[in-house]
């Protein structure tokens, strides 16, 4: 699981970083979280999360310190986040997860990315039963030993542990997210990223044409500045 998320990760992260939209996106998600708890991350969990994530992808102290500054301001525009679910071409499950400050804008946009591809754009929970939605660490392995750190880290939920160059990745489930946060935190551990996944419960098999289809698909949504994630069951 962890090797096939950090793939899907480094071709995400590559991408935006080509668009120069990745800072764009985490300083949309440090305003966010200003707002919803406060511009102190010592108090604001999901504004500590975020900042890690900047961090772990390179984004200046300045930018930084900078979107935190810019949220504290009560004309700043407030963001919705949205979930899309559909189905892509060949019957692909498709879940797009948004932030928006123009819930019209995004709906419309993500519909023609659908249509123009040859899918649709379903109602709530149309596809996400196909997903189970899980948090992920991300951290050095340093000198950790796997098996010593899952025995340690069962107790706060930990599902599943892995390496994959260097780096471990610790699952847990959505609802198990903070306490697994303060115990990695405790224990001193840098984590480099936390955020949400979602794996496909069952995968469907396609052709290379077909594949690149809904690559095609994925691009599309992954280049809007209101898209933040997106997820399929394609193997």
């Given amino acids: 699981m962890g090797r096939a998320f950090e793939f899907r990760k480094e071709r995400k992260f590559k991408r935006w970083d080509k668009m120069s939209k990745v800072f764009t996106r985490l300083g949309k998600e440090i305003v966010m979280a200003v707002k919803a708890g406060g511009p102190d991350p010592t108090t604001n969990a ?3 999360t975020v900042i890690q994530n900047a961090k772990g992808a390179q984004m200046p102290k300045d930018r930084i ?3 935190i500054k810019r949220a504290s301001n009560k004309e700043e525009r407030d963001y919705e986040e949205i979930v899309y679910e559909g189905y892509g071409p060949f019957g ?3 879940i797009v997860e ?3 400050d123009n819930t019209n804008r995004t709906v419309a946009n993500v519909r023609s990315y659908f249509t123009k591809a040859g899918g ?3 109602t709530s929970g149309s596809v996400s039963f196909m997903f189970d939605r899980k948090a992920v660490f991300r951290f050095a392995k340093g000198d950790y030993d796997m098996e010593e750190l899952e025995l340690e880290l069962i107790d706060f939920g930990l599902t599943d ?3 994959n160059e260097g780096e471990l990745f610790v699952y847990t489930e959505f609802e198990d997210f903070g306490a697994m946060q303060k115990a990695l935190e405790d224990k001193g551990i840098e984590i480099i990223s936390a955020d949400f996944q979602r794996f496909p419960t069952t995968l469907t098999e396609l052709t290379e044409e077909q594949e ?4 095609k698909l994925i691009d599309r949504l992954e280049e809007d500045d209101d898209v ?3 997820f399929t069951n394609m193997a």
């Fill in 92 to 94: 692909i499950a498709v």
């Fill in 46 to 48: 999901k504004l500590r």
């Fill in 98 to 100: 948004t932030s928006t």
């Fill in 65 to 67: 310190e900078a979107a």
């Fill in 228 to 230: 933040n994630q997106v």
């Fill in 120 to 122: 649709s754009l379903g």
């Fill in 161 to 163: 542990i892995d390496e």
């Fill in 212 to 215: 690149e289809v809904i690559n």
